[in-house]
C-alpha cells in the first residue's frame, strides 16, 4: 500500500509542477503585454488639458470679476426669499416633511 502512496503522491507533484511551470510562463507573457501597452499608451496619449494662455509669462490669472453692487443686493433678496417655501411648493414637491414657518 505504501508504494501505490508514494506513487499517486510523484503524480500529484508532476502535475502541480506541471500547473506552475504553465501558470509561470503565462504570467511572464502577461507582464510583458503590459509593458507594451503601458508604452504605447505614455507615448500616444494627449492630455486633456487644454493648454493655459499666459503660461508663457509664467503666471495663470485666478482673478474672479467684482459683481456690482446691485447684484449683490438682488442676490441676498433671493437668498432671503429662497428659505420660505408656500403651502403649494410643499405639496407639489411630493415630500410628507412639515415644514414650519
Known amino acids: 500500500m505504501s508504494n501505490d502512496r508514494v506513487e499517486q503522491l510523484e503524480s500529484t507533484v508532476a502535475e502541480l509542477e506541471s500547473t506552475v511551470e504553465g501558470l509561470t510562463d503565462e504570467l511572464i507573457e502577461a507582464k510583458e503585454r503590459i509593458r507594451v501597452l503601458e508604452a504605447e499608451l505614455d507615448?500616444?496619449?494627449?492630455?486633456?488639458?487644454?493648454?493655459?494662455?499666459?503660461?508663457?509669462?509664467?503666471?495663470?490669472?485666478?482673478?474672479?470679476?467684482?459683481?456690482?453692487?446691485?447684484?449683490?443686493?438682488?442676490?441676498?433678496?433671493?437668498?432671503?426669499?429662497?428659505?420660505?417655501?408656500?403651502?403649494?411648493?410643499?405639496?407639489?414637491?411630493?415630500?410628507?416633511?412639515?415644514?414650519?414657518?
Open 43 to 101: 507615448a500616444e496619449t494627449p492630455t486633456r488639458v487644454p493648454d493655459r494662455r499666459g503660461d508663457e509669462a509664467g503666471a495663470a490669472t485666478n482673478e474672479t470679476p467684482e459683481a456690482e453692487p446691485g447684484e449683490v443686493a438682488e442676490a441676498a433678496a433671493d437668498a432671503e426669499g429662497d428659505g420660505e417655501t408656500t403651502e403649494e411648493e410643499a405639496e407639489d414637491s411630493g415630500s410628507d416633511d412639515i415644514i414650519v414657518a
